[in-house]
């Protein structure tokens, strides 16, 4: 009976609100039903009917449920809600599996609407398939008989309504009502009253004969009210041409009510009672509001998603307190941002319908944008479903991304987050730099995961739509799958086109894994870093002395895939992937959004970097200047340092110099024609400002056109253009796209952390967090 509950039923009786226990449902023969959980909730109210009379039909107005609420401890006091359709009662559900151990049935009281017209209607079938379907919904127990008899004694009963059910002749629509418009029926009389958006009610009261545009405007305002007034209030008749509500405490220490009922004339709704307001008072000052529902905040935060769908649930907590003055929970609000996503840009399943459409939007409005999609076939059974499509993996990037990667430093680094949401997968992310230091993204895809073909599909549309140029340098952690994509490539990302290099950090994890030597992970880092042969040679001997294992395992992986003497000056001095970490953090609240969504967020995200670099590069060249801000201060501290340095001239003619830094006599060469030193410093370094002051040469000639302003404003002058309204998209005429059911999470809430930890997760390998408050572990002071 695990997968049933068991269902009280009071009628005809009265309803006790001031009770110790708090609500209370009397009547004279309280019955009982056991039904599945899985019940719909039509066949609930015909469960109902045939439980209560069989013989006379009946049609239920409303259904009140009560529910504990634990107060002072292990005290209970009962509460009501309504059941009015089926998310209402899959919450009764919910609230039963919760209370469990306090309550062990469900308590209904119902409310019929029955006249003499209605005795001469034949009771309609409540949407039962089938007559095995019907008797497995639900069980009828009497008062003093357990749970486990009654499977027997239902079934003759069953059978008999089933029966009955099942013979019911089909209904045809009479001949009179197939030359009517019914369409017509509908249409308001007076089209100006007609208004979809519900009504603001000002500041004040309502008053009899104030008029509404629709149902929902006037259940808004009503909810408004009650929200902004901190009171509440309860729906005593819910019609679709009538609302009536009352205060909570009405007939005690408040007379509030409103009676709001449809004009069929006028086509609106129109207030016919008020008793003026509310003269009920409260012990204490609530945080929340029972009226302040997911769904209301979900309508209010509509406009902040749509402009960011990754928007964070503090920032919609922020949002609610300002607006309502109320501080809701933090999964209120999470509750509350998904469903205001879902209605945005639908459920998961339809954003992976719409993506396709999006794209095809998108490039219409740009041509030069890049969209690659990989789609399997989709099958139901053994059979092939025409016209739809699995989608499997998709690239994007677009047209300013491509243009700006142009003016870029030549560098590349590529990276892998996990998405969090409905489906599993991947975010792959390639970023660049420009001349001011400023990270640029210019590629995204999403795959399944990080696997060989993976990668190679990323890479290889990478290097095919973005990536055109030679002589670029690719920054990638040592992940099997990407080193394997490299090798696939055909020579895309191998010397000379590309050199492929590999984050020191991740090298410094992977060497304490296998050696757990955290004294030598500095060591590792220096050899890394070191500018010089020199240098290089020096700390590797002291890693040589520490162990002959640590350089066996080193000397594996390239001197030129980690150690900045020996790169060739193609990682731009990059020597880890901080870039993409960088902006999978600021991606981070958009990985667990619909996939549209998250396509949406990287769109708009990038219209606001791009708005906002090609104002202040405009700025920085109109005042005058000529190079990048970040360039200028170390142009200028290395001119100053120049003071101090010997310069002697070997090869005039190739301009090739040597220099010695005094008075630490460190000696490097200097390679003006060919811009290189042997500090391995893209920048002018002192050396070539010291060979420049005694060779009387202009210093500025020798500055990559990367860090001039001029380059730096042609990385963001393309634009962004607007999609527009949808109902201007081209029409698309390509399969339908569903996502992989092999990637659904079967489990719900916060996915768990499979990775394995390493030194970079400073902040989650840490103690637990200390509140301030309490002086307790595992919560901040704000969450005390």
Same mark, same amino acid.
């Given at each position: 009976m695990e997968d049933r509950v068991m269902l009280k039923l009071y009628y005809h009786g009265q309803?006790?609100?001031?009770?110790?226990?708090?609500?209370?449902f009397v009547c004279e023969n309280p019955c009982d039903v056991i039904v599945p959980f899985t019940i719909l909730f039509e066949e609930l109210k015909g469960v109902i009917c045939e439980r209560i009379d069989p013989h006379i039909p009946k049609m239920i107005s409303s259904i009140l449920y009560r529910y504990p609420v634990s107060v002072f401890s292990e005290f209970v006091h009962f509460q009501t809600k309504y059941v009015t359709n089926e998310g209402s009662m899959q919450e009764m559900f919910s609230v039963y599996f919760e209370n469990r151990s306090q309550v062990s049935f469900i308590e209904l009281y119902i409310e019929f609407q029955q006249s003499e017209a209605d005795r001469n209607i034949e009771w309609r079938d409540y949407n039962s398939d089938s007559e095995e379907e019907f008797e497995s919904n639900y069980e009828v127990v009497q008062p003093?008989?357990?749970?486990?008899?009654?499977?027997?004694?239902?079934? @003759?009963?069953? /059978?008999?309504? =089933?029966?009955?059910?099942?013979?019911?002749?089909?209904?045809?629509?009479? +001949?009179?009502?197939?030359?009517?418009?019914?369409?017509?029926?509908?249409?308001?009389?007076?089209p100006e009253n007609f208004n979809a958006e519900p009504l603001v009610v000002p500041d004040g009261e309502f008053v009899v004969e104030m008029e509404f545009s629709s149902r929902e405007s006037v259940i808004a305002a009503v909810k408004d009210y009650a929200i902004r007034r901190g009171v509440d209030y309860r729906m005593y008749e819910s019609?679709?041409? @009538?609302?009536? /509500?009352?205060? =909570?405490?009405?007939?005690?220490?408040?007379?509030?009510?409103?009676?709001? +009922?449809?004009?069929?004339?006028?086509?609106?709704?129109?207030?016919?009672?008020?008793?003026?307001?509310?003269?009920?008072?409260?012990?204490s000052i609530s945080q929340d509001h029972f009226k302040l529902d997911s769904i209301t905040i979900a309508e209010a935060i509509k406009p902040l998603v749509e402009a960011d769908p990754s928007i964070k649930v503090k920032s919609v907590i922020a949002e609610v307190q300002s607006k309502?003055?109320?501080?809701?929970?933090?999964?209120?609000?999470?509750?509350?941002?998904?469903?205001?996503?879902?209605?945005?840009?639908?459920?998961?399943?339809?954003?992976?319908?719409?993506?396709?459409?999006?794209?095809?939007?998108m490039c219409a409005k740009e041509s030069s944008a890049a969209v690659h999609f990989e789609t399997m076939p989709c099958y139901q059974g053994d059979e092939l479903v025409p016209n739809i499509r699995v989608l499997h993996r998709v690239f994007w990037s677009y047209y300013p991304c491509i243009r700006a990667f142009r003016y870029c430093k030549p560098v590349v680094q590529v990276d892998g987050t996990h998405l969090y949401g409905k489906y599993k997968g991947c975010l792959l992310v390639a970023v660049s730099q420009d001349g001011n230091n400023n990270i640029v993204p210019i590629a995204f895809a999403i795959v399944e995961s990080e696997t060989s073909d993976a990668c190679y599909f990323f890479l290889s549309n990478l290097r095919r739509h973005v990536v055109t140029r030679d002589g670029v340098g690719l920054i990638s952690d040592r992940h099997d799958s990407i080193s394997s994509a490299v090798e696939r490539s055909n020579g895309a990302w191998s010397p000379p086109r590309a050199f492929h290099m590999f984050c020191i950090r991740h090298i410094e994890s992977n060497f304490l894994r296998k050696f757990k030597a955290p004294y030598l992970q500095k060591l590792i880092v220096n050899i890394g870093y070191s500018r010089t042969v020199h240098e290089f040679q020096l700390l590797y001997g002291r890693l040589h002395e520490r162990g002959e294992a640590y350089t066996r395992w080193l000397d594996r992986i390239p001197r030129e895939q980690y150690a900045l003497a020996f790169d060739g000056g193609y990682r731009w001095g990059h020597m880890t992937t901080n870039l993409v970490e960088c902006i999978n953090s600021v991606l981070k609240g958009a990985r667990n959004l619909p996939v549209t969504a998250l396509v949406k967020a990287t769109f708009y995200r990038l219209n606001e970097l791009f708005t906002r670099k090609r104002a202040e590069a405009e700025a920085r060249i109109n005042a005058g200047y000529v190079f990048s801000e970040t360039v200028t201060s170390k142009l200028h501290a290395n001119q100053r340092a120049a003071g101090n340095i010997q310069v002697n001239c070997f090869d005039r003619q190739n301009e090739i110099f040597e220099v010695r830094e005094m008075p630490s006599g460190c000696e490097f060469a200097v390679d003006l024609r060919q811009r290189r030193c042997d500090c391995v410093d893209c920048i002018p370094c002192r050396h070539v400002f010291a060979c420049c002051a005694n060779q009387r040469l202009d210093w500025q000639v020798y500055v990559h056109d990367v860090y001039k302003m001029d380059q730096v404003r042609k990385v963001y002058r393309a634009r962004f253009r607007p999609l527009g309204n949808p109902t201007t998209w081209p029409m698309y005429n390509g399969p339908r796209f569903v996502p992989n059911p092999f990637l659904k999470r079967v489990t719900k809430g916060r996915p768990k952390m499979t990775r394995f930890l390493n030194e970079m997760d400073t902040r989650m390998l840490r103690h637990p967090r200390r509140c301030k408050q309490c002086g307790a572990e595992g919560h901040s002071r704000s969450r005390c």
């Open positions: 309803i006790l609100l001031q009770t110790p226990e708090g609500v209370r003093n008989e357990d749970d486990d008899e009654a499977v027997d004694i239902m079934e @003759t009963d069953v /059978a008999e309504v =089933t029966n009955a059910l099942a013979n019911q002749q089909p209904f045809e629509k009479p +001949s009179f009502m197939r030359a009517v418009d019914l369409e017509a029926m509908y249409v308001p009389e007076y019609e679709p041409q @009538t609302f009536y /509500a009352k205060c =909570t405490q009405y007939g005690t220490s408040c007379d509030w009510l409103i009676r709001v +009922s449809m004009i069929q004339r006028k086509y609106c709704w129109k207030i016919r009672r008020y008793n003026g307001s509310h003269t009920c008072t409260r012990s309502f003055n109320y501080t809701i929970s933090y999964r209120k609000a999470w509750l509350a941002k998904q469903k205001s996503v879902e209605k945005i840009f639908g459920g998961w399943e339809a954003s992976y319908e719409a993506l396709p459409i999006w794209f095809e939007a």
